[in-house]
Each structure stands twice: as C-alpha cells, then as structure tokens.
C-alpha cells in the first residue's frame, strides 16, 4: 500500500527572550479528540502550497502574527493520527522572530 500522508506543519513560537513559547490549549470543542492537550500552532497543507508558506499562514490564521524567522527544525511521521486512522506527516518549524501580537486565544 503506498504511503500517503496527510502533509502538516507544526509550529513553535518563541518569545523575542526565548523564555516562553507560544501554545494552543485545545480546550473548546468537546469533539476533539486531543480535549486538553498543548500544542504548537499549525495544520494542512493546501494544494499548491510549499511547506514554507503553509507555516506562515498557519501561524497568521491561528495567532495573528507574520514570521519574520523560522528554521525547520525536522520532522515527524504520526501513523493512525487521523480522525480515520490517516497517515500524517509533520514538518516541525521553530519560529524566532515575528512581528503584530498574538491573539489571545483562538477556535481550538
């Protein structure tokens, strides 16, 4: 069977000191199977899109912030990650400069 992940990006803020990192506390759609947990921000890449620009738009949609720097840090495979037991395949991104202010909180 051929591997064909659902292709993401995960995205980990910094603060301008690098003491704190930016988070999503997924705690308002009693559905979500990942109720309570931290994550970085992030989500699919849409069709036409390289894995640089879906970080960007990731991170503006869900914190209201532009990156201004980031390094690709590596990636991870999640097998069964899905609702449906899909394949994802995440590229991890440390974001170390930004500029505007996050949100306050957002949908998740």
């Given at each position: 069977m051929p591997y064909t992940p659902i292709v993401a990006t995960l995205g980990y803020v910094l603060s301008p000191?690098?003491?704190?990192?930016?988070?999503?506390h997924r705690?308002?759609?009693p559905d979500d199977m990942h109720l309570g947990k931290y994550n970085g921000l992030g989500g699919k890449m849409e069709p036409g899109e390289d894995i640089a620009a879906c970080m960007r738009r990731e991170i503006l949609e869900e914190?209201?912030?532009?990156?201004?720097?980031?390094?690709?840090?590596?990636?991870?495979?999640?097998?069964?990650?899905?609702k449906h037991g899909e394949d994802w395949?995440?590229?991890?991104?440390?974001?170390?400069r930004?500029?505007?202010?996050?949100?306050e909180g957002n949908h998740e």
């Open positions: 000191d690098r003491r704190q990192v930016l988070m999503i705690n308002s759609r914190a209201g912030i532009t990156c201004e720097s980031m390094s690709l840090r590596g990636t991870l495979n999640w097998p069964g990650f899905g395949l995440g590229f991890i991104f440390v974001i170390d930004y500029s505007g202010t996050p949100h």
